[in-house]
DNA sequence: ATTTCGTTTGACCGTTTGGTCAAATCCGGG
DNA sequence: CCCGGATTTGACCAAACGGTCAAACGAAAT
């Protein structure tokens, strides 16, 4: 079997049905809470099925994790050293809010994995993930030197960005326990958190 | 048995260790992934003397949700509305920090809890938590209409000061990731998110 | 029509898991 | 020292779980 290249068109909706199914049980039970049944049923196929594509539980978690890491990593890379620094950095809490509304799954998917430890994406973490950050961290720093942004230390100013946007979709419950129940979460905090960080990063 | 009153010492010491080896437990691996098994060795008990101690598996996470509730929220609690408005905040923050760095095994429990849907404590979201949420975030509205701090959604900044300070203690994994290896991120994080919420909120 | 290969499934297996129970052990008060 | 209730445990159980396998099915090509 040639693994590199998915052959038939049959084996590529399957295995986009399966990830999507695994996607929606794991984002909500965690890994160990996640059931091979519950992802088969989900998935409209049968759980030895769902075996013939993925060798193992643990192999259908693994594809989910490293083929979103790209796509969620996606905004900060398009963090822009030319332009506007807090337009920049306001624009990028824009799109990672955006992602937090349309992609909960996926934040939640990562939040389960992270919390207990980040066992399966390690490694990850601390190649591409911390690569990509040191670049971006460096360009922020040089905006802060500058004097075109307040002097605020790069690497934690975007886990505050990753911390308050990707709240409203890891802990969308207690969000919206708190909030009255006919409030709009997303766009509320739209509008608090593009204050929020344009207050504490201009200069004035 | 009286159920109100725990009476003997050695009743009262046991129940001690289970709660004590559950938090670390569930902490770790959420409430699905944490077995009996696992709880009794941390707590150095037989895996049926737990359970004399408590009627199931799910009694003992209630029962540590819901002991821990108040011990999370008594920072919130002391934010004094006859204080200054931005110092308040601030120290809510520091405090806030100081519990996500000495007590990062709680917030990880509610972590894993609420990232799943809170299906356990919903109700006491709901309820107290939301109660005193709404308490609080009323004296930082009066703040801000007085114009003692700048002029932004209460609630939300709650969760913002949520949000940053608990990222440290429940993504401490990715944080130590990213960071270098001889980083103090608890320090560095104290640092930046004083002068960070003091941009974001004072008046200039 | 037959071959061939990709796909699907019912039945099954060994292990793990939450929980039970009767019997044994411990321990303080009389 | 003895008694009765509190405590502890080894053995056990039923259900759920991840995973296997041989057999059946499907469809396209010859």
């Given amino acids: 079997m040639n693994e590199a290249a998915p052959q038939t068109r049959i084996q590529k909706r399957n295995t ?81 809010l955006q992602m937090a509304r349309d992609f909960p799954r996926e934040s939640r998917l990562f939040a389960n994995e992270i919390v207990q430890g980040a066992p399966r994406i390690l490694d990850q973490i601390e190649g591409p993930l911390k690569a990509l950050v040191d670049e971006k961290a460096a360009v922020i720093g040089t905006w802060a030197e500058a004097g075109r942004i307040a002097p605020l230390n790069p690497h934690h100013l975007i886990f505050s960005i990753w911390a308050t946007t990707q709240h409203y979709a890891d802990f969308d419950a207690q969000v919206r326990g708190i909030l009255p129940a006919d409030a709009a979460p997303f766009e509320e905090a739209e509008t608090f958190l593009a204050d929020f960080f344009r207050r504490a990063l201009s200069i004035r």
Same sequence: chains 1, 2.
Avoid: C
């Fill in 16 to 96: 986009r049905v399966i990830l999507d199914a695994a996607l929606e049980i794991f984002s909500q039970h965690g890994f160990r809470g996640a059931t091979l049944d519950q992802i088969a049923q989900a998935a409209g196929l049968s759980k030895p099925n769902l075996l013939y594509y993925f060798p193992s539980k643990e192999a259908i978690h693994v594809a989910l994790l490293s083929g979103l890491m790209d796509t969620w990593l996606d905004p900060l890379r398009r963090l822009d050293p030319e332009g506007d620094p807090v337009e920049e950095i306001v624009g990028y809490v824009r799109l990672k």
